[in-house]
């Protein structure tokens, strides 16, 4: 891994000399405030990724940020699983902007939701492609890589959860939806190459994901936990916060900090983060 000089913004703004560093960006990743939810938007050299949108009522708040971003269309939509609070909002959100490619892993789920927005992709012609360990998919000046899931048969659907390495430059992002300790102990016993700058946290924070083997390998200097201010299920979970702290992981919250954006130019990592960015 890169020794990274990395300048770390946690106030509201950025500051003026690291403007420069966000226009010149290669990958820019915005973890964007849904509340209790997913919602990651990636963009490198004005072609995008999303990978969640939260639940329904976030999908507007979601697609007024992605085209303020400048996005008239998607490359990729990833639904990571069929929780709601990760695919509520991608159907008002391919509906509204152009999609070219739908990414999500088989499932036997078939709430009423869920299939509704399984029949929306087939819809509007948007092509479907089913999770595959291993492959890759470039966009701009940066690629992800599937890394989950890796069998089926689980309970319950989080470790169905598309885990994703993003890769710019010398720079990663693990992204790994609500994948639990079952979804990465099979990474770390494949070998996967998990290694990352930045974690966003799996399930929100929870205990059941983040566990010891799976963050030894993965070794983040930062992580992310998207999650709803004083949420029901006590996300993150102090355990997670705990370890992450032991570790030296510097630790970014949605639910305190807002929508987060972490800037890379390949070498060197930024964050700055926005409370008001919801809307
Ligand atoms: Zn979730």
Redesign the pocket.
């Known amino acids: 891994m890169l020794a990274l000089a990395t300048l770390l913004t946690v106030a509201g703004c950025m500051r003026s000399d690291t403007e420069q560093f966000h226009t010149d960006a290669k990958l820019r990743v915005h973890f964007i405030d849904v509340g ?3 919602s990651t938007l990636l963009e490198s050299n004005g072609e995008f990724v999303l990978i969640d949108a939260g639940e329904l009522d976030y999908g507007e708040r979601v697609l007024s940020y992605i085209r303020k971003q400048g996005a008239d269309k998607l490359k990729y939509v990833i639904a ?2 069929p ?1 709601y ?2 695919f509520g909002g991608i159907r008002t959100v391919i509906t509204m902007i152009d999609t070219e490619n739908f990414i999500t892993a088989e499932t036997d789920c078939d709430t009423f939701s869920w299939l509704k927005l399984l029949k929306a992709v087939d819809t509007l012609g948007i092509n479907y492609i089913d999770a595959e360990v291993g492959d890759t998919y470039s966009f701009g000046e940066a690629s992800f890589t599937i890394l989950a899931p890796r069998s089926g048969g689980y309970e319950g659907y ?1 470790n169905y959860s598309v885990v994703t390495r993003v890769d710019c430059g010398g720079v990663r992002f693990l992204l790994t ?2 994948a639990e300790q079952e979804s990465e102990s099979e990474m770390v016993e494949a070998g996967a190459d998990l290694k990352t700058d930045v974690l966003k946290c799996g ?2 924070g929870s205990s059941d994901a983040c566990s010891t083997a799976f963050l030894k390998m993965a070794e983040p200097s930062y992580a992310v936990i998207s999650c709803g201010e004083n949420n029901d299920y006590g996300h993150p979970h102090k355990e997670t916060v705990q370890k992450l702290d032991a570790m030296g992981c510097e630790i970014l919250r949605t639910d305190t900090m807002g929508t987060i954006v972490a800037s890379t130019d390949g070498k060197e990592l930024d964050f700055s983060t926005d409370k008001g960015g919801k809307s």
Request: aromatic share 0%; net charge negative.
């Open positions: 209790q939810g997913d990571t699983h929780h609070d990760h989080n939806g609500d399930h929100h």
